[in-house]
């Protein structure tokens, strides 16, 4: 009998680490009132669609960030140093698990910057999966969570994937049961919205009404249209209380929204905090026609088709 094999060694032989991961738009964004902490008690409903960043871990002699995009997506504006959202997630990660943070992080960006996407938590969430990976760390899912949810109300979800409703800051995540597949068009704005300067507005035209702000309640009907598949009802129960806010500062939505209407989409809101307009089309042939007509329409700088739920960060 032949002696058997000592336990195999693991080597960690890695040279570099992609994760892939995807965009969200908000199905509901219902926002309470002002906290004392300067940030608001949410309902969010996180739809992840199939518009991905891709983050690449690759060691390094020190933390540096290096960004690329598709072609005709603005990326002026992303930070390559230290205050990269990518950067601090894997600053976090290190100072966690007791390393230097030793990596590059690079970023091929798809998602549109400033966006209302989440395109920035998108990269985080990669930069947390990929450098865990990197550095066989081990860090459990719950860990990477609560990492994440310091880093932003948005990168719990990236990491997350599928469809979840987010309460507290967006954080506190459960999964929300879908059926089949949703079709989206996206209009895409020249330029970015702060997320802050939106939520600001959105409390001073609050305040400028002199109601009383409801704590949000989770639309049921939605989470019903959701459950049933049914793209024509979730298009009407579609809800973002940011929208006022990002349609002040920014007045040319209406027009692009006017025009998603007028070609037929089952639903039109801004994506989160904006200024990507987000379409709902009732099938993948509809959306492409949805697409062609905004295009022609020019009431966008560029208008891409994605569908949802997809996963969260995955490892490529
Ligand atoms: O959490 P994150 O850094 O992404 O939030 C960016 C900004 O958005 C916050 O500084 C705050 O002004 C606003 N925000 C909020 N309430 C939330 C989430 C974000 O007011 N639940």
């Not at 009404?209 to 009802?233: F, K, M």
């Not at 209380?241 to 027009?255: K, V």
């Not at 998603?260 to 039109?268: K, P, V």
């Not at 062609?292 to 020019?298: F, I, K």
């Amino acid at each position: 009998m032949r002696p058997r094999a000592a336990a195999p060694v693991r080597f960690r032989n890695v040279t570099a680490v992609t994760v892939r991961v995807p965009a969200k738009v908000n199905l509901q964004l219902s926002v309470g009132p002002l906290r004392d902490d300067g940030y608001h008690d949410l309902v969010n409903v996180f739809h992840a669609v199939s518009l991905f960043d891709e983050v690449t871990a690759t060691p390094a002699p020190r933390l540096s960030v290096v960004v690329e995009a598709e072609s005709g997506l603005d990326i002026d504006a992303v930070p390559v140093g230290p205050d990269n959202l990518a950067a601090r997630a894997a600053a976090a990660l290190a100072a966690h698990i007791g390393v230097e943070p030793t990596v590059q992080i690079g970023i091929h960006k798809a998602i549109p910057v400033a966006g209302g996407m989440a395109g920035g938590s998108a990269d985080a969430a990669g930069a947390l999966i990929a450098c865990n990976e990197l550095w066989d760390a081990g860090v459990d899912e719950a860990t990477l969570l609560e990492l994440a949810a310091d880093l932003g109300s948005d990168v719990p979800f990236a990491l997350f994937g599928g469809t979840a409703v987010g309460l507290g800051r967006g954080e506190r995540l459960s999964p929300v049961l879908t059926r089949g597949r949703f079709d989206w068009v996206f209009a895409l704005a020249d330029g970015g919205l702060s997320t802050a300067a939106v939520y600001g507005e959105c409390d001073r035209l609050r305040a400028a009404d002199g109601g009383p702000v409801p704590p949000p309640q989770v639309a049921e009907g939605l989470i019903a249209a959701l459950a049933a598949g049914n793209a024509e009802t979730l298009g009407k129960e579609l809800r973002n209380d940011l929208q006022p806010a990002a349609l002040t500062l920014r007045s040319s939505l209406r027009s692009t929204l006017a025009a998603g209407r007028d070609s037929g989409a089952l639903g039109a809101l801004v994506s989160g905090s904006g200024p990507t307009c987000a379409f709902l089309a009732a099938s993948e042939d509809h959306a492409r026609d949805l697409a062609t007509a905004l295009s022609q329409r020019a009431v966008a700088k560029s208008v891409i088709q994605a569908h949802g739920p997809v996963p969260g960060a995955t490892v490529l």
